[in-house]
């Protein structure tokens, strides 16, 4: 899996957007950007994932670079319950046989009141 | 039924004793995965099953012994495990090839070994 690099920790206010960076300059063609976070406590949940277009789910927006070496998370309406360490990962959308999914270090968000 | 469900969520066992983790799920998925975690660092992968068969064991110590009796379940059979093997173990599914709708995750069994 390629490698990514974020920010170990971020702050961001209750109500307002919350933008969460990625590089990942080392990515292939076939890889996409999946993100995941982890509420204290709990498992890793899957947010959203892109090739090359911007995405949008219920959750979160995703934006990706034209170049693609990096992306942004975004969580439009941050609330209290959107504190976690939110992970950047890359890797290909098809994987024949077994499959990995490597965590990198995280970007620790706290959402403020 | 879209979970993935651990049990027990909290262990304490001592080092000579032999224990196991269980963890089960009906989605259909045809992958399973153990994850340590140690507190403030992200999930390790240890091992992956495809088809109820062991794919990749991530060189983890024999000390911890998967089992995929069928494709719901996946156990992790515990035996003189050290204090460092403390963690929370993670345990995942997802559909076999597909990457698309991600990994579906736990949440976990807090081991503490004594």
């Known amino acids: 899996d390629a490698k990514t690099t974020q920010p170990p920790s971020m702050d961001c206010a209750e109500g307002r957007a919350a933008n969460l960076p990625c590089n990942h300059s080392?990515?292939?063609?076939?890889?996409?950007v999946y993100w995941y976070r982890q509420i204290h406590s709990q498992g890793p949940q899957y947010i959203i994932h892109?090739?090359?277009n911007n995405e949008t789910n219920e959750m979160a927006s995703l934006i990706i670079t034209e170049d693609r070496k990096s992306s942004t998370l975004i969580l439009p309406h941050a609330t209290l319950r959107d504190t976690a360490v939110y992970y950047c990962?890359?890797?290909?959308?098809?994987?024949?046989?077994?499959?990995?999914?490597?965590f990198g270090q995280g970007t620790r968000l706290t959402i403020n009141p | 039924d879209t979970e993935v469900t651990q049990t027990p969520k909290h262990l304490v066992m001592g080092m000579t004793n032999k224990k196991s983790l269980k963890c089960e799920q009906h989605?259909?998925?045809?992958?399973m995965y153990w994850y340590k975690q140690k507190a403030k660092k992200p999930p390790e992968l240890m091992f992956v099953?495809?088809?109820?068969?062991?794919?990749i064991n991530e060189s983890v110590p024999s000390r911890f012994s998967p089992e995929c009796p069928n494709s719901s379940l996946l156990n992790l059979h515990l035996h003189a495990l050290q204090p460092e093997d403390s963690a929370l173990y993670l345990c995942?599914?997802?559909?076999?090839?597909?990457?698309?709708?991600?990994?579906?995750f736990g949440s976990g069994t807090r081991l503490t070994v004594v």
């Open positions: 990962i890359v890797r290909p959308l098809w994987v024949w046989g077994a499959q990995k999914l490597v």
């Open positions: 099953y495809s088809y109820e068969k062991l794919s």
């Open positions: 080392t990515i292939s063609g076939n890889e996409y």
């Open positions: 892109g090739l090359k």
């Open positions: 995942a599914s997802s559909q076999q090839g597909i990457a698309n709708y991600g990994y579906t």
């Open positions: 989605m259909g998925h045809r992958a």
